[in-house]
Structure formats: structure tokens, C-alpha cells
């Protein structure tokens, strides 16, 4: 896989403009000579909340209309897709593709919105971070899939560009279970090269809107920026370098230890010279990769009843052995004494890891696992699919 990169400067979402610089780019990396009549694409684009598009946090509709024109003309038939966070549902679908433009995009041109509700579940044998990825069945339904990602500064996760994107074909309620497993960002960045990994041939080529980027703080930031390559490293790379970042607090340096992509050569830029677009006051959030994932506590909170299987002590039951205190890795588990001064074990939920040591550990199978609803519903769900 070549390390080209194409930058064009565009300093507003112009129709016309847009869809010149796309043709353009398609060009120059000769991506125009890759698709072919009737292949089905998967327009990966963002859309993570239910959003207005100047918000800065979703793919931009302008860019998604000029991308979609020039792959119709060239006789693709796309699929616009995503999974916000929350249920991955047709009625939270079809208020996130209202109001971040997608519905008009597919009302004024040749393109479908992605109606497929079903997901399912697939071996990463190579994966560092996960053995086993769930995904949109949309995947199942197209040839090929085109990433379209924002350039965007998260409060959580730090920089989050287009190897970030494929994030959002893990199905929203699964999005939430993973990011409450995985501790630090280097997790959750070696989660998303396990992604792109799984789906490399599949993956054939990605864009960055970085007309009005996301910096820190949630503020909107004219970079003037369309970037596009068939290498996701090679492209974050590029970007990473125009925003000011170290690249050994990303996911490149991630990628690099994986043997994706060569850190001496990692890109070659044509269109636009890359100084054009480099801001030395870009606002970025101090994270590295050992940063912990910040979490939001309501979010938690309602995860957590939702959700999260968890282990479980009734004082009545237990024998007081100590035995899952002293196995415990987070000492989140207490000896206490009851009013009839026997010793029981309880659990700290703000320190547990739900590694699950205590339930197997146990030797009187007094710690059990609670399954809320929502979690059982969606292992239905994935189950239902991966034996039909
Ligand atoms: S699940 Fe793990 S972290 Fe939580 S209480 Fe049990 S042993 Fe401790
Ligand atoms: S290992 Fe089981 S019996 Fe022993 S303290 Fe823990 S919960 Fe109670």
C-alpha cells in the first residue's frame, strides 16, 4: 500500500468546490481507476451524535454529497453508514440522519442510508487488543468500504481522525461496553488498529474533513482541509503532523510497533503543500497514550445499570474465607463484619475492573454475575445472528 497523501485547500463547504477537489484527488492518487461499475460502497462517514452539522462533530454534508456525485459518476452505488452512540435503532437512526444532513444528501443524489439494524460478530486471531470485533451486517452488504472521518480533538479519547472513524461500525451499545473495558488510550487506539486490521481488505481508501475541524474544548477551527489517501496511517500521520502533535503520543506510534506503517516514510503529500496547513496554536488536550479514558459519570452510571455484567456478594451467603479480597487486582473487595460479627465480603463497584477473578475464584460459589436486561438483549441479539 503506497503512503500518497492528497491535501486540498477549500476554505468553505462550496458544493462546486468540493466536488472539483474531490474529482481531483481521486485523481492524483489514481483512486478514480480503482472503482469499477455496479462495486458497492460502504460510505463510512461520522455520526456520532444526533447533531447539527456546523456543530463541527459530523461528517460535513457537503463533503458527503461531493464525495457520493463523483462516485456515482464514476458508477459506484453507495451506502451512507454509522452507528451513533446509544441503541443502534431504526428510530435513533433516522433522527441522526435528519438532523446532521444525511437524509437530504440521500434525497438529492444517487445514494442509500443504511437501514440494516442487524450486527454480528467476527474472529481477530491477530487482534492485540480483542480476539473477536462486532460489527454493522451493513459490512456484509457492500464490496468495498470508503472511510469518511472529521478531524476532531475528543475530550475522552484525544485526537480522533480517520483511523478513529472505524470505530463507529461497532455498533453503539457495544461502542459503550467496549470504551468501559478498555482503560487507556493506547487501548483504545490498539482496539482500532485491530478494526482496520480485521477489514483491511475491504478498506480501500479514506477521507478527512478538515474544512472546520474540532479542536479541544469543543470549538470550531477553520483548517481549510480535504485530505485523502488508501493508507488510514499514512493520512492521520499527515494530519497529526499539520495539527502540532507528537506522534509518539498516538495511534501512529501504535501502528508503527505493529509493523503498519514505516515512521521514517510516512507519507508523501501531493496537492497542497503540507506548511499551508500547519497551526502551531491548533488546542489540543495533554493526553498521551497511558492517559486514562476520562468517562462521563452520568454516562457511567446509567452504562453501568444497563449494561455492565457484574459481580455480586450477598453478605447471608458468603463464608468470610477472604479469599476473593486477597485475588481481587483493584483491592476493591472489603471484609466486613455483620451485626452478628461474622465476616463478609462487599464490593467497591468505583474501584472494580469486572475481571471477574472474584466469581471464578469463589470457592463456595457465593459471588455471582448480574446480567441487567439491556446486556442480555444484546448478546440475543449478536448470538441470534452469528447461528442464523
Ligand atoms: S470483578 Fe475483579 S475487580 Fe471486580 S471485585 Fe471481582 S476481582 Fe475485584
Ligand atoms: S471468596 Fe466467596 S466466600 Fe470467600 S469471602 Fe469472597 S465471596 Fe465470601
Known amino acids: 500500500m503506497n503512503n500518497l497523501v492528497s491535501l486540498t485547500y477549500l476554505d468553505s463547504y462550496d458544493d462546486s468546490k468540493i466536488k472539483s477537489a474531490v ?5 492524483k492518487l489514481k483512486f478514480d481507476t480503482i472503482i469499477k461499475p455496479d462495486m458497492k460502497v460502504l460510505l463510512k462517514v461520522c455520526l456520532p451524535e444526533s447533531v447539527q452539522p456546523d456543530s463541527a462533530e459530523t461528517s460535513h454534508p457537503a463533503v458527503v454529497q461531493g464525495v457520493v456525485e463523483v462516485l456515482s459518476k464514476l458508477g459506484a452505488k453507495c451506502i451512507i453508514a454509522d452507528s451513533p452512540y446509544g441503541n443502534f435503532t431504526q428510530s435513533h437512526l433516522d433522527s441522526v440522519y435528519f438532523k446532521t444532513g444525511m437524509l437530504e444528501v440521500a434525497n438529492s443524489s444517487d445514494c442509500e442510508l443504511n437501514h440494516n439494524l442487524k450486527i454480528f460478530s467476527m474472529d481477530t486471531p491477530n487482534g492485540v487488543k480483542t480476539k473477536n470485533i462486532t460489527l454493522l451486517d451493513v459490512v456484509n452488504d457492500v464490496d468495498v468500504i470508503i472511510n469518511l472521518g472529521k478531524i476532531k480533538i475528543d475530550e475522552k479519547l484525544g485526537y480522533t481522525g480517520v483511523g478513529a472513524n472505524m470505530f463507529g461500525l461497532v455498533p453503539g451499545e457495544v461502542k459503550t461496553l467496549i ?8 487501548d483504545f487506539n490498539n482496539y482500532l488498529i485491530d478494526i482496520i486490521d480485521a477489514l483491511k481488505d475491504k478498506l480501500i481508501f479514506n477521507i478527512l474533513d478538515g474544512v472546520v475541524a474540532l479542536e479541544a474544548g469543543n470549538s470550531q477551527r477553520m483548517l481549510s482541509c480535504l485530505a485523502m489517501s ?3 496511517f499514512s493520512l492521520d500521520s499527515a494530519i497529526i503532523k499539520i495539527l502540532g502533535m507528537d506522534f509518539n503520543n498516538t495511534i501512529i506510534k501504535l501502528a508503527f510497533e505493529r509493523g503498519f506503517i514505516d515512521i521514517d516514510d510516512p507519507y508523501e503529500i501531493v496537492g497542497d503543500d503540507i506548511e499551508n496547513f500547519e497551526l502551531a496554536d491548533f488546542s489540543l488536550y495533554a493526553y ?3 492517559t486514562k479514558i476520562h468517562r462521563n459519570i452520568r454516562g457511567q452510571k446509567s452504562y453501568f445499570n444497563t449494561h455492565q455484567e457484574r459481580p455480586t456478594i450477598k453478605p447471608n451467603r458468603c463464608k468470610g474465607c477472604t479469599i476473593c479480597s486477597k485475588i481481587c487486582p483493584t483491592n476493591a473487595i472489603m471484609m466486613k463484619y455483620d451485626k452478628n460479627g461474622e465476616l463478609y465480603a462487599e464490593i467497591d463497584y468505583k474501584k472494580c475492573i469486572f475481571c471477574k477473578k472474584c466469581y471464578l475464584g469463589c470457592p463456595y460459589n457465593v459471588v455471582r454475575l448480574k446480567t441487567p436486561l439491556e446486556y ?8 441470534e ?3 442464523e
Request: hydrophobic fraction near 30%; glycine fraction near 0%.
Open 288 to 290: 498521551d497514550l497511558d
Open 230 to 232: 488508501e493508507n488510514v
Open 23 to 27: 474529482e481531483s484527488s481521486f485523481s
Open 179 to 186: 470504551l468501559n473495558r478498555l482503560s487507556t488510550i493506547e
Open 385 to 387: 445472528f452469528n447461528h
Open 376 to 383: 442480555k438483549k444484546l448478546h440475543k441479539k449478536i448470538n
